[in-house]
């Protein structure tokens, strides 16, 4: 099972930190991968890591402003974002899949999250 959280209300120009917290497993052999969807949209991909590796990838559109982490401690995945754009307005989900390969499909993720809302406003 996986629980997000962190969401909320930011003006542009402000961050958020999304937290991607597992349960009933444990991240280490796990590729996770954060995805947002905005209304009349498809899900797109934004990051994702190897959490054992810690190797990540992010899309064209956050790279330089987001950064995925991991607290394997904590069995825990973060998404950092800063330097918010109201383009950025979406309801944020992490997803989890066996393995070790890092791609942004929504199709080769199997478990996921039930997502937070991120809105970026003035």
């Known amino acids: 099972q996986l629980v997000e959280s962190g969401g909320g209300l930011v003006q542009p120009g402000g961050s958020l930190r999304l937290s991607c917290a597992a349960s009933?497993?444990?991240?280490?052999?796990?590729?996770i991968g954060w995805f947002r969807q905005a209304p009349g949209k498809e899900r797109e991909g934004v990051s994702c890591?190897?959490?054992?590796?810690?190797?990540?990838y992010y899309a064209d559109s956050v790279k330089g402003r987001f950064t995925i982490s991991r607290d394997n401690a904590e069995n825990t995945i973060y998404l950092q974002m800063n330097s918010l754009k109201p383009e950025d307005t979406a309801v944020y989900y992490c997803?989890?899949?066996?393995?070790?390969?890092?791609?942004?499909?929504?199709?080769?993720?199997?478990?996921w999250g039930q997502g937070t809302q991120v809105t970026v406003s003035s």
């Open positions: 890591i190897i959490s054992s590796y810690g190797s990540t």
């Open positions: 009933r497993f444990t991240l280490d052999y796990y590729a």
């Open positions: 997803a989890a899949v066996t393995g070790r390969v890092c791609n942004l499909s929504v199709l080769a993720y199997d478990s």
